[in-house]
C-alpha cells in the first residue's frame, strides 16, 4: 500500500511537470523509472506552481469574463459571459489541477518532510494547502477536505464537508480549520529543519520569513472573506496575523513565475497569445471604460492598443473590444483586438500570477479597519491603507513614483475615502478590482461577498433569472462516483456569501 501511495503522488508530480514545461524551474530531478522514494525537494516547485496553474488556467478565464475585465469571443468563455454553466465545466481543474495536482503533491511533501524532520518544507506545504483548499471551497462551496487524498486509506469517497466546517472547523468531526493549517504551517517554518529549501522554491528562493508573511496574509484574505458571516472571529483572526510579519512590500507577494518557452508559460499567456485558443477572449469594452473614467495609468500597462500601431494620430489612445455578451460580429481582424497585456501576463509567458500581493494585503486591512468591530487597527487608519494599496498596485504595474504621486495630486476624489462606511467600502473594492487584474478569483470572492463593484448585468444573459453564477457547479464525475455530493445549483450561495 505505501507503495501504491508513492506511486500516485509520483505520478501526479510528473503530471504537473509535464503540464508546466521542463527546463530547470519546474524540474522534479526523479527518474522517470517511478522511484520508491520521493523527496521534499523534488516536490516543491511542482505544489507552488499547481496552485498557480489552478488559479490561472480555466477558473480564470471563467471570472475574468463573470467580472468583466475580458468579454468571452468564443468557446467556453463565451458560454460564461451570457452565465450558462454545468457540471462539465471545471472537470480538469478539480481532478488534474487541484485534487490530483497541487494537494496531492503537497500533502505528499508535507509528509516525506515530517519524516526527514525538513520542517521548512512541510511548512510551505501546508500554507499552499490552505491557499489552495480555500481555492476550492470559494468555489464550488462544500467540498472534500478532511477526508481527502485519503484513497490510499479506504476513503475512495470523501465526505463532503461544509464550507463552515472547512472555515471554522469542527471537532467532533475531526475537521482542522483552514486557520489551523495555516498556523501548523507558519509554526513549522519556525522549527528546526533538516533541509533548506533554495532554488527548488520558486517564490522566495527559500527565504522563510516571507512565508511565514505570506502564510499570516493568507490568514487574513480568508479572515475578511468569512467576515460578515463571523465579524468577530474574523477580527480576531486579523488581529493574531497583525502581530506576525505580513506582505507589507511588493517584493514579499507570493507571486509563481513560470518559464519562457511553449509548454511551461502561465496558463493564462498561453491561452491568450499561443494556443488554438487564443481568439476566445477579448478586452472588455467595460473594463476600458471604467479605467478611462478614472484616468487610471494602469490602463495602458494592462491592456495591449493594438490599433495605436496601424494609425496612432487618427486612432489615439484606441482599443479594440467588445461589451460582456455581445453577440454581433467580432472586430476584426483578430490581430487588432485589445488582450491583457505581457506587462500584466509577463514577456513570454513568464508571469508572475499573483496569489497574493502587498496592494491586496493593504486594501483588506483598509475595508477590515472600517467594518470589523475589536480590530487592532482603527477606522482612522483606513484611508492611509487605502492609498497604500493604490500605490503598492501602480507600483507593481510599472506605473513610476512620479507619476503616481501626480495621479493623486490630480485625482483626489479617487483616491480619499469620503462619505457613509458602506460607501468608503465601495470606493476600496472598486480600487481593489483595478489591483487584481490578472486575479480576478478573488475579485468574484469580493464581489459575492460584499456586492461590489457593481457590474450591469451581461448582453444576452441566459444562465438562471439572467444573473451572474454564485458559485461552480459540481463535477458531473464525482457527483456520480461519490454519494456524498449532492446537485448544488449555481445561483446558490456559499456559506460566507449573506448578501
Given at each position: 500500500m505505501?507503495?501504491?501511495?508513492?506511486?500516485?503522488?509520483t505520478?501526479?508530480?510528473?503530471?504537473?511537470?509535464?503540464?508546466y514545461?521542463?527546463?530547470?524551474?519546474?524540474?522534479?530531478?526523479?527518474?522517470?523509472?517511478?522511484?520508491?522514494?520521493?523527496?521534499?525537494?523534488?516536490?516543491?516547485?511542482?505544489?507552488?506552481?499547481?496552485?498557480?496553474?489552478?488559479?490561472?488556467?480555466?477558473?480564470?478565464?471563467?471570472?475574468?469574463v463573470?467580472m468583466d475585465?475580458?468579454?468571452?469571443?468564443?468557446?467556453?468563455?463565451?458560454?460564461?459571459?451570457?452565465?450558462?454553466t454545468?457540471?462539465?465545466?471545471?472537470?480538469?481543474?478539480?481532478?488534474?489541477?487541484?485534487?490530483?495536482g497541487?494537494?496531492?503533491?503537497n500533502?505528499?511533501?508535507?509528509?516525506?518532510?515530517?519524516?526527514?524532520?525538513?520542517?521548512?518544507?512541510?511548512?510551505?506545504?501546508?500554507?499552499?494547502?490552505?491557499y489552495?483548499?480555500?481555492?476550492?471551497?470559494?468555489?464550488w462551496?462544500?467540498v472534500?477536505y478532511?477526508?481527502?487524498?485519503?484513497?490510499?486509506?479506504?476513503?475512495?469517497?470523501p465526505?463532503?464537508?461544509?464550507?463552515a466546517?472547512?472555515?471554522?472547523?469542527?471537532?467532533?468531526?475531526?475537521?482542522?480549520?483552514?486557520?489551523?493549517?495555516?498556523?501548523?504551517?507558519?509554526?513549522d517554518?519556525?522549527?528546526?529543519?533538516?533541509?533548506?529549501?533554495?532554488?527548488?522554491?520558486?517564490?522566495?528562493?527559500g527565504?522563510?520569513?516571507?512565508?511565514?508573511?505570506?502564510?499570516?496574509?493568507?490568514?487574513?484574505?480568508?479572515?475578511?472573506?468569512?467576515?460578515?458571516?463571523?465579524?468577530?472571529?474574523?477580527?480576531?483572526?486579523?488581529?493574531?496575523a497583525?502581530?506576525?510579519?505580513y506582505?507589507?512590500?511588493?517584493?514579499?507577494?507570493?507571486?509563481?513565475?513560470?518559464?519562457?518557452?511553449?509548454?511551461?508559460?502561465?496558463?493564462?499567456?498561453?491561452?491568450?497569445?499561443?494556443?488554438?485558443?487564443?481568439?476566445?477572449?477579448i478586452?472588455?469594452?467595460?473594463?476600458?471604460?471604467?479605467?478611462r473614467?478614472?484616468?487610471?495609468?494602469r490602463?495602458?500597462?494592462?491592456?495591449?492598443?493594438?490599433?495605436?500601431?496601424?494609425?496612432?494620430?487618427?486612432?489615439?489612445?484606441?482599443?479594440?473590444t467588445?461589451?460582456?455578451?455581445?453577440?454581433?460580429?467580432?472586430?476584426?481582424?483578430?490581430?487588432?483586438?485589445?488582450?491583457?497585456?505581457?506587462t500584466?501576463?509577463g514577456?513570454?509567458?513568464v508571469?508572475?500570477?499573483?496569489?497574493?500581493?502587498?496592494?491586496?494585503?493593504?486594501?483588506i486591512?483598509?475595508?477590515?479597519?472600517?467594518?470589523?468591530?475589536?480590530?487592532?487597527?482603527?477606522?482612522?487608519?483606513?484611508?492611509?491603507?487605502?492609498?497604500?494599496?493604490?500605490?503598492?498596485?501602480?507600483?507593481?504595474?510599472?506605473?513610476t513614483p512620479?507619476?503616481?504621486?501626480?495621479?493623486?495630486?490630480?485625482?483626489?476624489?479617487?483616491?480619499?475615502?469620503?462619505?457613509?462606511?458602506?460607501?468608503?467600502?465601495?470606493?476600496i473594492?472598486?480600487q481593489?478590482?483595478?489591483?487584481?487584474?490578472?486575479?480576478?478569483?478573488?475579485?468574484?470572492?469580493?464581489?459575492?461577498?460584499?456586492?461590489?463593484?457593481?457590474?450591469?448585468?451581461?448582453q444576452?444573459?441566459?444562465?438562471?433569472?439572467?444573473?451572474r453564477?454564485?458559485?461552480?457547479?459540481?463535477?458531473?464525475?464525482?457527483?456520480?462516483?461519490?454519494?456524498?455530493?449532492?446537485?448544488?445549483?449555481?445561483n446558490?450561495?456559499?456559506?460566507?456569501?449573506?448578501?
Amino acid at each position: 500500500m505505501k507503495r501504491k501511495r508513492i506511486l500516485q503522488y509520483t505520478l501526479a508530480a510528473s503530471l504537473l511537470s509535464g503540464v508546466y514545461g521542463c527546463n530547470d524551474y519546474l524540474d522534479i530531478n526523479q527518474s522517470p523509472n517511478l522511484p520508491e522514494e520521493v523527496s521534499p525537494q523534488s516536490l516543491l516547485a511542482s505544489g507552488i506552481a499547481g496552485a498557480a496553474f489552478a488559479n490561472a488556467n480555466e477558473l480564470t478565464r471563467f471570472t475574468s469574463v463573470l467580472m468583466d475585465y475580458l468579454a468571452g469571443a468564443a468557446g467556453s468563455p463565451a458560454t460564461y459571459d451570457v452565465y450558462t454553466t454545468n457540471g462539465a465545466d471545471f472537470g480538469n481543474q478539480w481532478r488534474f489541477e487541484i485534487y490530483g495536482g497541487a494537494l496531492i503533491t503537497n500533502q505528499k511533501m508535507i509528509e516525506t518532510a515530517d519524516e526527514a524532520g525538513a520542517k521548512a518544507y512541510s511548512g510551505i506545504g501546508k500554507i499552499m494547502n490552505a491557499y489552495t483548499f480555500g481555492l476550492a471551497t470559494d468555489v464550488w462551496g462544500d467540498v472534500p477536505y478532511s477526508e481527502a487524498l485519503k484513497g490510499d486509506a479506504g476513503v475512495a469517497q470523501p465526505r463532503v464537508d461544509s464550507q463552515a466546517d472547512i472555515y471554522k472547523g469542527n471537532a467532533a468531526l475531526g475537521i482542522q480549520s483552514l486557520f489551523d493549517l495555516m498556523r501548523e504551517g507558519i509554526a513549522d517554518l519556525d522549527a528546526p529543519s533538516t533541509l533548506q529549501p533554495g532554488t527548488d522554491d520558486i517564490v522566495y528562493g527559500g527565504n522563510l520569513t516571507n512565508w511565514k508573511r505570506a502564510g499570516n496574509t493568507l490568514m487574513m484574505k480568508h479572515a475578511l472573506q468569512m467576515s460578515r458571516r463571523e465579524p468577530q472571529l474574523a477580527a480576531a483572526i486579523i488581529n493574531e496575523a497583525l502581530t506576525r510579519p505580513y506582505i507589507n512590500d511588493n517584493a514579499q507577494n507570493l507571486a509563481v513565475k513560470f518559464g519562457p518557452v511553449v509548454n511551461s508559460q502561465s496558463p493564462i499567456y498561453n491561452y491568450t497569445y499561443v494556443s488554438l485558443f487564443r481568439d476566445d477572449l477579448i478586452v472588455s469594452t467595460r473594463y476600458v471604460e471604467r479605467l478611462r473614467a478614472l484616468n487610471d495609468p494602469r490602463l495602458r500597462r494592462f491592456v495591449t492598443f493594438p490599433l495605436d500601431k496601424v494609425d496612432p494620430v487618427n486612432v489615439p489612445d484606441s482599443v479594440r473590444t467588445i461589451d460582456n455578451g455581445f453577440s454581433g460580429t467580432r472586430p476584426q481582424p483578430s490581430s487588432t483586438w485589445s488582450r491583457w497585456s505581457p506587462t500584466l501576463l509577463g514577456e513570454n509567458g513568464v508571469g508572475p500570477v499573483r496569489l497574493l500581493t502587498n496592494a491586496q494585503r493593504a486594501f483588506i486591512l483598509a475595508e477590515a479597519a472600517l467594518t470589523l468591530p475589536g480590530l487592532t487597527i482603527p477606522a482612522t487608519q483606513a484611508q492611509a491603507l487605502y492609498a497604500e494599496g493604490i500605490r503598492a498596485s501602480m507600483l507593481d504595474a510599472g506605473v513610476t513614483p512620479a507619476e503616481i504621486n501626480a495621479y493623486f495630486a490630480a485625482n483626489p476624489t479617487v483616491v480619499t475615502l469620503s462619505g457613509t462606511t458602506e460607501e468608503q467600502v465601495e470606493q476600496i473594492i472598486n480600487q481593489k478590482y483595478i489591483a487584481q487584474t490578472g486575479n480576478p478569483l478573488e475579485t468574484w470572492n469580493d464581489w459575492r461577498r460584499t456586492g461590489y463593484p457593481n457590474l450591469p448585468e451581461h448582453q444576452n444573459a441566459v444562465g438562471i433569472n439572467g444573473t451572474r453564477p454564485l458559485r461552480a457547479q459540481y463535477i458531473d464525475q464525482e457527483i456520480a462516483r461519490n454519494p456524498n455530493f449532492e446537485v448544488q445549483l449555481p445561483n446558490v450561495p456559499v456559506w460566507w456569501d449573506v448578501d
